[in-house]
């Protein structure tokens, strides 16, 4: 069956401009999760929703970012005003309830210049 | 404050077994993944552990010891296409996972 599956796979941006990151989640997981990875480093979180509900942002690092998932289905992850320190790839995961095995995509790799 | 510690790299000889450890100490615990993460490539699953003891996948085999907030995956007959990183991450009360930095494994002909 399909994956996970995340747009762009790349994206070049200006500092200073807004971007999108879509996730496309497996269909029927409830819950999903975006982390935002760097070179040599674990996966950081940033936010999950359980349902169309952000159930914990608390990884969010500031007012810039912003995630929702309307229909609890697609998610999609809001940047505004870009910084160059938010450069990295921003994955996307789901699974079929908290706890679960997490499915990971492709992955948006993400560069503010 | 959470943390997991595994080595940043190790380096193994095709054929051999290799062991790569990982400590937390988390807010809760409520289950242990290990994923397999190729260079430019997503993490995917390798072993669940939520209770003490191993659990055994092919080639692969996790441990956990809940008491010591330590973990082992076990790989075994080492393949070239072993060479990874290998992330330990722990589930915490919120249902959170938390992540340790991953180790890089050096597979050698």
């Known amino acids: 069956g399909a994956g996970v599956s995340q747009t762009p796979s790349n994206k070049v941006t200006e500092k200073g401009k807004y971007v999108e990151l879509r996730c496309d989640p497996i269909?029927?997981?409830?819950?999903l999760y975006w982390y935002r990875q760097s070179l040599g480093q674990g996966p950081e979180f940033l936010i999950y929703?359980?349902?169309?509900?952000?159930?914990?942002d608390s990884g969010l690092p500031n007012d810039r970012f912003f995630a929702v998932r309307p229909e609890g289905s697609v998610s999609t992850l809001k940047i505004q005003r870009t910084e160059r320190g938010d450069s990295a790839v921003y994955l996307c995961?789901?699974?079929?309830?908290?706890?679960?095995?997490?499915?990971f995509g492709p992955g948006t790799r993400l560069t503010v210049t | 404050g959470q943390n997991i510690d595994q080595p940043t790299e190790m380096t193994a000889t095709e054929g051999a077994i290799v062991q790569i450890n990982c400590t937390y100490q988390?807010?809760?615990?409520?289950?242990l993944f290990w994923y397999q993460q190729h260079a430019g490539e997503a993490p995917t699953f390798l072993s669940y552990?939520?209770l003490d003891g191993l659990e055994e996948k092919g080639r692969f085999s996790s441990f956990l010891s809940r008491s010591k907030g330590y973990s082992y995956l076990l790989l075994k007959e080492l393949q070239m296409k072993d060479s990874a990183s290998y992330l330990c991450?722990?589930?915490?009360?919120?249902?959170?996972?938390?992540w340790g930095a991953g180790t890089k494994l050096i597979i050698k002909p």
């Open positions: 995961a789901s699974s079929t309830s908290l706890a679960d095995e997490q499915y």
């Open positions: 269909s029927g997981h409830t819950a």
């Open positions: 929703f359980q349902g169309t509900g952000a159930a914990d």
């Open positions: 988390t807010s809760g615990f409520n289950g």
């Open positions: 552990n939520v």
């Open positions: 991450a722990v589930v915490d009360s919120n249902y959170q996972l938390i």
